[in-house]
Every structure is written in structure tokens, then in C-alpha cells.
């Protein structure tokens, strides 16, 4: 088995609900994310997939994260804008933009500051 890691960086605020009263407040952060793709069969020219690819996908993702208030965007009207729930969105977005075969988002990772970070896994 081969795995891909790619690292992309954000910032963006978002208010949490029902956690510690501090984080209840308006604050930001900037966001590391690391995004992991996998599969076991190297291509004709001995790679995975593109680098790329890869980065162009999750680059549109990023877009659409960076410089915004979280708990507005459509993804998050329901849910906490958590990490985890952050994690999650990158990476069933980018699960339906690769169509390499073979390929699949593995865990994608999302740190908040550099000692905290939450990671979606993909069974």
C-alpha cells in the first residue's frame, strides 16, 4: 500500500457551541491541513497519482474555507464548526473530486494551532 501526503494551509474564525466558554467566543485560527490519499498499485510511470492533482483539488477546497466565518458556510448550518466536522467536509469533498483508479482518500487532518488537531479517517 502507497501513501500520498499533501499539506495546505487556511485561516479562517468560527464561534463553537456547547464547549469550553472560551471557545464559545468569536476566535480564529491558522488552520495546517494534511491530506493523505492511498492505494496499492503504482501507475505506468511508478506514482500514485500526481502531486498535482492532488493539490488542485484540495486547493479549490481550501477556497472555499479561507478568510470566511465557518459557522455560515452551507456544510456547517447544522453542526458545530469543529475540526473534526472540518476534517470531515475536506474530505468527503475531495473523495468525490479523485477518480484515479485505485486511489482513495485515506485521513485527512486538520490542526487548529500546532499542538491540536483532529483527523477524519476513512475506513
Known sequence: MYELKVVS???AAHQL????EKCENLHGHNWRVEVYVAGPELNSAGV????????AHLREIINTLDHKFLNELAFLKNGNPSSENIAR?????????IDTPGVRVSR????????CCATYIIP
Not at 89 to 97: D, E, G, P, R, V
Open 108 to 115: 485527512i487532518g486538520v490542526w487548529e494551532s500546532d499542538d
Open 48 to 55: 500514485l497519482m500526481d502531486f498535482g492533482e492532488i493539490k
Open 89 to 97: 467536509y475536506i474530505a468527503q469533498t475531495l473523495s468525490a473530486k
Open 9 to 11: 494551509r487556511f485561516a
Open 17 to 20: 457551541k456547547m464547549v469550553a
